[in-house]
């Protein structure tokens, strides 16, 4: 272990932690760095203003989504109600935008749908003492029930000036992924925020140290859910249109893509910028799997068995140390 | 008493669990400027004291009083906000966070509604310094050693500038260096005007570092005193002794003992290079405080964990054996502490819970003969006095029957060896009796018995041998004749150096 500062330094405290947090991403960042140059070596087209807008398009909702799992799992939880949150989130915007309440009025139907939800499933994981794998597996029953009810088949429609901004040839997706990250950095510094790696990894030592571990883990369902239905949105900006069942693809992604990035199931282990490397990285492998002509079948075994890799190569060095 | 006005005191409490008293009418009065100590042997009620006097726990009967004052309905966050923290065994650290973030947890300075980084460190490194915590705050807890783990938790509980300060057993994991700091700055915190409860099973560091002491033995209190009236041994005195009537059959000398288990330089888990002869027709107790590493010298002998030995002969068999089933090939049993979660499988019926190993017997694919197995069921019942329906679930057993069937579910396959881990833990004495009975009826038969035990009046009035495990080595071997509670406890507790001196 290298001293990296010394107790002269006390001071500055911030970024030394965010730097040591770090660590365990080393290799992931890397490897995803290896990915974007292959991809940008075989695609050149990532470099042009438009090319770079299609990717981080195509990236930003499994990034959003990667998100809203990794902070569940970082509490110690799961969500399987993902992918219904998304789709939900989808078919409210294109209902709600053409409609009197308009594009402001949408988004914020959206947003507190996705926050109300998340709140309420929050509340019944935490304060009943449910397991969170069948809260959310019901949940997403009953959630992508109501997506179907509000919007039986695909139609509704998003305004074309916001379809073309979110999802034209613009570089807002990178622009917005961004601003998301930093807001949570700004989440993170809050002792609420801070809160959640203890109410994860060690609860009942949180509790004795005066942490509202419930209160931190039921925010934390809230702000998951808030960015899913916010995917949904962008997905419905992608499309035009809503679907209520676009999401679905969404709950095992954002799986595979938090344990890509090195976050553990038993709670408080693992970065957020590590699920968001994971994401990019599975988003990565999506789309040179498809350039490089795979079959949809052949790209989910593909994808299977990366995911395990990924998840086995650390196991392995940690058994042989 | 004194005048001094007291901080935290608790007037009579009394608190069960289950119906099991576990305190009876207990008081302590913590002062400012003392350091008290809190002895007692393993269950005697410590830990309860302590939930009681944080808020952890709410006293049946009985008052906890913060200067003075009873507080009817003591919570930790009360606890807290009177100044009084806590620094218990098991720590209360997240790994993945830095030092100053472990430190100031739950107490963070706020500006803006964001975590002050600047005044943490500021804060954190003043109660680092005070432990001799030297690395740099940003570093994660997950990457320090124990004791420096151990010494994070201890900042943690100064960071709060705490009046009254409770530290259970906190030298447990440090090095000699970190005990030495400790103990300066409990000196230094003591002179403050702070008031400390001390608990430790380390009487040499008790008898220099503190002024009073209370000993706590089966929940009742049997001292409260000054620690210059007293010596290491009165104190082990104060601990232990308890009749044991006739709980315990008449010991009797084993016939022609023959070498059972032999081991040499044997490492598993937290033992290190120890040499143990178990022999056929005894009963070997395994005494000390808890957690030295004394189950983990039963498993590795299992081949439930992982052993490493020089040399090892199990039942004429040369080499330990690899896994659990070859265990069982050699003639080994072993019957958990925890019966609840590894000894039986509770939702399932009694007469499965017996057939378990008999299962694993069987060719995979054979047919099950249901009469044979009933039978076979009867004939365990009836032999350890198992009553009622076989085909109830194990969870409807007394926790006395639940250890029965742990123990029953073995002797189709008459073992050579068994090892026990705590059997009569939470056993009502009804039980225990019977257990003592069977155990000794069985070393008569040629049986070796290894019981791993907590209780000391079982070691002494049972076992043919005895040896005491400290810091993951052998540390006393006592002989039948050299048995005695004050003979464990003081090995368990390192004080025999004091007993020389004394």
Known sequence: ?321 | MTTTATLLAARGVSKSFFGNPVLRNVSIALQPGRVHALLGENGAGKSTLINLLSGALRPDGGAIEVDGRPVSRMSPAHARHAGIAVVQQELSLTASLSIAENIGLGAYPKRFGLVDYTELAARARAACDLVGLREPLSTPVGHLSLGRRQMVEIAKALYRRPRVLILDEPTSSLSATETKTLTDLLERLRAEGIAILYISHRLNEVMTLCQHVTVLKDGACTADQSLEETDAAGLVRLMVGRDPGDLFPRWRPSPSPASAISVRNFSAGLMRDVDLDIRTGEVLGIGGLVGQGQEDLLLGLYGAIPARTASATVNGASGLPGGVPSANALGLAYVPADRKREGLHLIHPIITNMMLPAFARLPALKLRSRRAERDMARGLAAQLAIKGDLDRPAQALSGGNQQKVALAKWMPHDPLVLLLNDPTRGVDVETKREIYMMLRNLAAAGKAIVLLSSDTPELVHLCDRVAVVREGRIKAMLEREALSEEAIVSAAMGAEQQKVAA
Do not use: H
């Open chain 1, 1 to 321: 272990m290298s001293t990296v500062v010394s107790s002269s330094q006390a001071g500055a405290l911030y970024w030394p932690v965010q730097l040591r947090r770090n660590v365990g991403v080393r290799s992931l960042f890397a490897v995803v760095l290896a990915f974007l140059v292959a991809y940008g070596v075989l695609f050149p087209g990532l470099l042009t203003a438009s090319g770079f807008a299609k990717f981080t398009q195509s990236w930003f909702p499994l990034a959003l989504v990667a998100m809203a799992q990794a902070i569940l799992m970082l509490t110690g939880g799961i969500s399987l109600a993902i992918g219904a949150l998304v789709s939900l989130g989808a078919v409210i915007a294109a209902t709600t935008m053409i409609g009197p309440l308009g594009v402001a009025g949408g988004t914020a139907a959206v947003a507190l749908t996705g926050v109300g939800i998340g709140a309420a499933t929050g509340f019944i994981v935490v304060k009943l003492r449910l397991p969170a794998i069948v809260v959310t597996l019901a949940g997403s029953f009953i959630i992508g029930g109501a997506a179907l009810l509000i919007l039986p088949r695909p139609g509704g429609a998003i305004p074309e000036w916001l379809s073309d901004l979110l999802a034209g040839n613009t570089p807002a997706a990178f622009v917005l992924l961004v601003l998301v990250v930093l807001l949570w950095k700004l989440y993170l510094a809050t002792p609420l925020g801070l809160s959640l790696y203890a109410a994860g990894e060690n609860p009942v030592g949180a509790y004795r140290s005066g942490v509202p571990v419930d209160g931190a883990r039921i925010a934390a369902y809230a702000i998951s859910g808030l960015l899913c239905t916010g995917a949904g949105l962008f997905v419905a900006a992608q499309t035009g249109s809503g679907d209520p069942v676009i999401g679905s693809a969404f709950t095992l992604n954002s799986i595979a893509a938090a344990v890509l990035g090195g976050i553990g199931f038993l709670g408080g282990q693992g970065t957020m910028r590590g699920a968001l490397a994971g994401s990019l990285l599975l988003s990565l492998m999506i789309s040179v799997m498809f350039f490089l002509g795979f079959t949809p079948v052949a790209q989910y075994v593909a994808q299977g068995l990366i995911i395990i890799g990924a998840v086995a190569i650390p196991q392995f060095r940690k058994v042989q140390q």
